[in-house]
């Protein structure tokens, strides 16, 4: 079992350091032949209108699309988070999502970085609270049915939220000590 | 439940965490909306929002400063990524104002004409996180020690001439790798060499890496300029009259882009490369009257 980490931009070496403290195999995603080799994939923060924009220069957004549907475990932060989200507020009119996720996320809905703030969060299936860092981050505005949220913020907004295989957080668990996030992505992997 | 929810902004790992989402892109110097959408379109992780690029500043002479708030303005309506711009070495009211405009970072930028010949900004007080230059690591040090989220090689902006930047990166990088062959007592050795805190330096010995994210500007013109600071360990470029000095601005920045992303893979750097009109002219090193990596305490 290899996890895969998109790599076309951002935070990709921290989520590899995680993995890594949980013991788990990974390596990079930067073209299709990377991405043939993963049996699941991280999205890491970043930019998301660059991610997206590099996602069709590579040649990677079909086949990620396909595996998508096809059940592959998917867990996006941040940038990610809005690349597997079904609607994109205030985003460019050319970028494109994979619709995995039944949100809808604003970007940069916690406004921009003299707003950003890290906090300690609950979420559903963790003793401890998680100690969470939102760099300029999306902001979900609604979830589906279909779609169950595991965390919210102290306005009771959703940033955690679960469907299927797929996962997606407004924070950034990559970048704090804990590893409660990770393991509950790699939880749902095996 | 321990920990109470709590929301603290501007902490250091707040601040520093801006800097972990722009690695492995591109960050671009522009004077006008219109030029900050043809970088976004590009695929810039970010601009740097500045009245006008170094090449023009070297140019036009007199003193360069911070920008004009509306044009700042003018810029953070017209993209969606984030806006940097830049303060005068040591002119913390400059970044007072920055910070009230709500930019995303402050470049207290060596690019400027320094308003203080000693003192760099007290930047650990800021909400808004600093970028700095730095020629070596105890330059570097210094920066962080007083708050830098993010260090960068000075390079020699407004040239094209990618060999300072090169010189910084490499002698940043391979004094980390020293260090990290440092017994403890050579430590205090290197923190008096460096002139730089030893807590640092001690830091650096265990990890072997600089405490904030590494990125490379100055000189910067190709998309191979941006492979080669990437080859040698930045961990993302700022490319300033590199992109709108040239003939054709647009492909040129969607190339450096699509060059820090593949920087290991000489196929797609070759492909990218191709066709992209004439780059900044350029000055040479030996021809400048003005060199701003001499800028900085």
Redo the contacts between chains.
Sequence with gaps: MTIGVLALQGAFRAHREKLDALGASHCEVRVPGDFDRVDALIMPGGESTTMSMLLESSGLFEPIHERLKAGMPVFGTCAGLILLAREIQDGRDDQRSFAALDVAVQRNGYGRQVASFEDHLVVSGVEQRVHSVFIRAPRITSVGEDCDVLARDHRSDPVLVRQGTVMGCAFHPELSEDTAIHRLFLESVA | ???????????P??KR??A??????VIMDVVTPEQAKVA?DA????VMALERVPADIRVDGGVARMSDPDMIQGIQAAV???VMAKARIGHFVEAQIL?AL????IDESEVLTPADEAHHIDKWPF???FVCGATNLGEALRRISEGACMIRSKGEAGTGDVVQAVRHLRSILGDIKKITQADSAELFDWAKHLQAPLPLIQEIAETGELPVPLFCAGGLATPADAALAMQLGAQAVFVGSGIFKSEDPAPRARAI??A???YM?ASILAKVSAGLGAPMTGIGMDELDVKYEDRGW
Excluded: F, H, R, W
């Excluded at chain 2, 439940?1 to 902490?11: A, K, L």
């Excluded at chain 2, 972990?20 to 892109?25: A, I």
């Excluded at chain 2, 709500?102 to 970072?105: C, K, L, P």
């Design positions: 439940m321990s920990n109470e929810s709590n929301q603290t902004t501007g902490t790992l707040v965490g801006l972990e989402m722009l690695k492995g892109g976004e695929g810039a992780v970010a969606t990524i984030p910070q709500d930019v995303d970072y909400t808004v996180p882009v699509e820090t992303t593949n893979d």
